[in-house]
């Protein structure tokens, strides 16, 4: 197409501010902002995103084959929780996209149970990560967005920010798209990610999450 006859590497510029804007054109998401209060719409995803969060782990192999799956809720989350609420949950959702990997692994046609729990090679868990890193990075090109004074909350703030604000948004895209490249493209460990994520904090001994989480999974 035409971005990539622009310029080196303009098209791959693209892809971060496409994901970020293109994929808030998300139904729920445009729904929500009506500038006098939340719809029904978006008070349903709300409700999903929520009942994701809280399944069962006893549902966690089953939904890793779902359409509206882990990687679904991941990027609803973008048009649902504001940042502070992103950093709280993160970790739950990195264990699902990580469950997810695992159980597609082991058993490509699908699966309702963890039928192998041992440890597998980074590239196993590689494009999942890396899923979750682009919409963490995401969050952090939008951390300047006012989470408060909309009545609409999040899901409004985000559209009026990327409404008027085209030149900032690039920019910040173009920062990420480095940082994804420069920091997460090359790593081929577990610990290294979490350390590129800023993680280590939160997770301090990474072979034992990893080890421990796969095996509280039915």
């Not at 509206?68 to 973008?78: E, K, S, W």
């Not at 597998?120 to 899923?131: T, W």
């Not at 994520?197 to 939160?202: D, I, K, Q, R």
């Amino acid at each position: 197409g035409r971005c990539y006859k622009e310029g080196p590497g303009r098209g791959r510029r693209q892809i971060l501010p496409a994901l970020a804007a293109g994929s808030c054109f998300h139904p729920a998401f445009i729904l929500s902002c009506p500038f006098s209060s939340r719809t029904r719409a978006t008070s349903r995803e709300e409700k999903n995103l929520q009942g994701f969060l809280e399944q069962p782990k006893e549902k966690w192999v089953e939904s890793a084959f779902e359409v509206d799956g882990p990687h679904y809720f991941t990027v609803l989350a973008l048009h649902i929780l504001s940042p502070e609420q992103w950093r709280a949950t993160r970790v739950e959702i990195l264990r699902r996209l990580l469950v997810t990997s695992q159980a597609r692994a082991v058993a490509p046609g699908g699966a309702t149970r963890l039928t192998d729990k041992a440890v597998k090679d980074y590239s196993a868990y590689r494009s999942s990560l890396l899923f979750w890193a682009l919409v963490d990075l995401i969050y952090n090109m939008f951390k300047k967005v006012p989470t408060s004074n909309t009545e609409g909350g999040w899901s409004c703030s985000l559209a009026e920010y990327i409404r008027h604000n085209d030149m900032p948004i690039y920019e910040a895209a173009d920062k990420a798209l480095k940082t994804f490249q420069e920091e997460f493209m090359p790593v081929e460990t577990f610990s290294e990610f979490l350390d590129a994520a800023g993680l280590l904090s939160e997770i301090t001994d990474p072979e034992s999450f990893l080890k421990d989480l796969l095996n509280s999974v039915p």
